[in-house]
């Protein structure tokens, strides 16, 4: 496995670790308002997918430009449910790694024509890198919504996902 490959696997864990603790709170947490970054934690999840969907896109050959319309109105929708979250994350997981498995070379090179910054040669490595650090932001956005709203939060950390990955393997 490459190292961009078991970054994005850490990005999978840690989401689907903190939509697991989201899970075991009363169900109203996940559409409880509160000043943030986002107004609800429905927001943020919506927004990480939304996110997350739009870089698979220029991954597979969309310009960011047509991605970004294709995925930006689901960016302020939300789910009922946190299940119907983690299954929408799933699917894309396993879009992801499929897609992992038929790339050969992550050093390869698109010209990315991002809106808000320019155009630049971009690796699809950095894209990767870039989708991970991402979501460890909003997901720290997240931990922080869950204190506000008077939950403990869960430990998502890499160095977490070292030694449950290690043990999963044994």
Known sequence: MNHPEQMYQYHVWASHTIMQHIQELPAPVLHQEVNSSFPTLAHALSHLYAVDRMWYLVLTGTSMPEALQIC???NGE???TIEEYSERYT???H??????????DLEQ?????????G???TSLAEIVFHLVNHGTYHRGNMSTMLRQLGHASIMNDYS?????SSN???
Do not use: G
């Open 72 to 74: 930006m109105p689901r």
């Open 119 to 121: 155009v630049r040669q």
């Open 109 to 117: 090179t698109i010209l990315l024509d991002n809106p808000f910054a």
């Open 168 to 170: 999963a393997a044994e």
């Open 91 to 93: 699917e894309l997981s």
């Open 78 to 80: 939300t789910y009922a």
């Open 95 to 104: 879009e992801y790694l499929d897609w992992f498995r038929q790339r050969a």
């Open 160 to 164: 977490r996902f070292w030694y449950e």
